[in-house]
């Protein structure tokens, strides 16, 4: 198995992705530490590992403070006696427009998901370091991230932070062997059961019954399991030379993601007044603007639900 003797943390993997995740981080060999803020759905996940001939064991605390992640960082030390790989997928959403959304619900989505992540990785970054044998840091980005979605601005600047900090970290961890990716899931959980655009796919998989080939081929909608897969290789000795990438996944779909490069660039000597700007920017710049959002294709009618 390609994770033999190698140590795993994934975070948030009660249920959903990092269930996944955590499921067949074991089935490729690894031992992993689940983690969850809920003690029933982390010991059910414990349980499904070790069902399997699988090893796992749980930290049921909230990712987000340095606590929580020496935490993390000493179970999978103290347990298997090392760590090899990090999957930092906790999240939550709150969900509201900018003009309504609150300090807390700001705050919440920033701690769980880009603090979160930047303690846990800062921690295993510490630690793997010092083992001196190179590591894995998986972590978790959004299509939101990468393009904005109405109602997102928390998740949003959260998900493009994350993206951000593993373009800095594929440089600073180079030289220790510890490559540092984003994975950009897309898949039907809890998280997005409630989006109505989904709700065709959402039911399919709920009924155990093959999602419809619209969503897992044009829109890249899955399940959980579609995503694992990718996460495990990334984990892999195969995966080595793959290092501050943001690499989407989901249903039949796999795309690499740009990251962003200047599309317009143009000289002036002794700068860019207002005048010049005036003149100048909509031939210049103003052909070449660039649009935002995700461009969803039309559902077809059969596929179509009532919103709830
Ligand atoms: N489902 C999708 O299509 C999709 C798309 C893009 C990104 N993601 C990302 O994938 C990750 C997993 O999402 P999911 O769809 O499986 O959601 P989910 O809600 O099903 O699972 C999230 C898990 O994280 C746990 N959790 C929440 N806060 C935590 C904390 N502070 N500490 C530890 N655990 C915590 C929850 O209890 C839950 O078990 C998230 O980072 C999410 O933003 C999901």
């Known amino acids: 198995m390609s994770l033999d003797g190698k140590v795993a943390i994934v975070t948030g993997s009660g249920r959903g992705l990092g269930l996944a995740y955590a499921q067949e981080l074991a089935r490729q060999g690894a031992s992993v530490v689940v983690n969850d803020v809920d003690a029933a759905t982390a010991a059910e996940a414990v349980a499904s590992i070790e069902g399997t001939g699988g090893k796992a064991v749980a930290v049921v605390a909230p990712v987000g403070s340095t606590e929580t992640a020496k935490q993390l960082v000493r179970t999978a030390v103290d347990t298997y006696g090392r760590l090899d790989i990090l999957v930092t997928n906790a999240g939550v959403l709150r969900d509201t427009v900018l003009w309504k959304m609150s300090d807390d619900d700001f705050d919440t989505v920033i701690g769980v998901h880009l603090r979160g992540t930047f303690t846990t990785v800062r921690e295993a970054a510490i630690h793997l370091r010092e083992q001196g044998e190179g590591g894995r840091i998986i972590t978790i980005g959004s299509p939101t991230g990468q393009r904005g979605t109405f109602g997102q601005t928390n998740y949003a600047a959260a998900k493009a932070g994350i993206v951000g900090m593993v373009r800095t970290w594929a440089q600073e961890l180079k030289k220790a062997g510890i490559t540092a990716n984003v994975v950009i899931p897309v898949a039907a959980t809890a998280m997005t059961a409630t989006v109505p655009y989904f709700a065709a796919a959402v039911e399919a998989d709920a009924a155990g019954e093959p999602m419809p080939a619209f969503f897992r081929h044009d829109l890249g909608f899955g399940t959980s399991d579609d995503v694992a897969g990718l996460v495990a290789y990334l984990a892999s000795d195969a995966a080595a030379g793959v290092t501050g990438q ?31 700007l005036e003149d100048e920017f909509p031939t210049l710049v103003g052909e070449s603007l660039q649009s935002v959002g995700e461009r969803f294709p039309a559902l077809p009618e059969e596929l179509q639900r009532p919103r709830p």
């Open 246 to 276: 943001a690499i989407g996944v989901g249903g039949d779909r796999l795309q690499l993601w740009s990251h962003p490069e200047p599309v317009v660039t143009a000289y002036r000597d002794g700068g860019w007044t207002y005048d010049a």
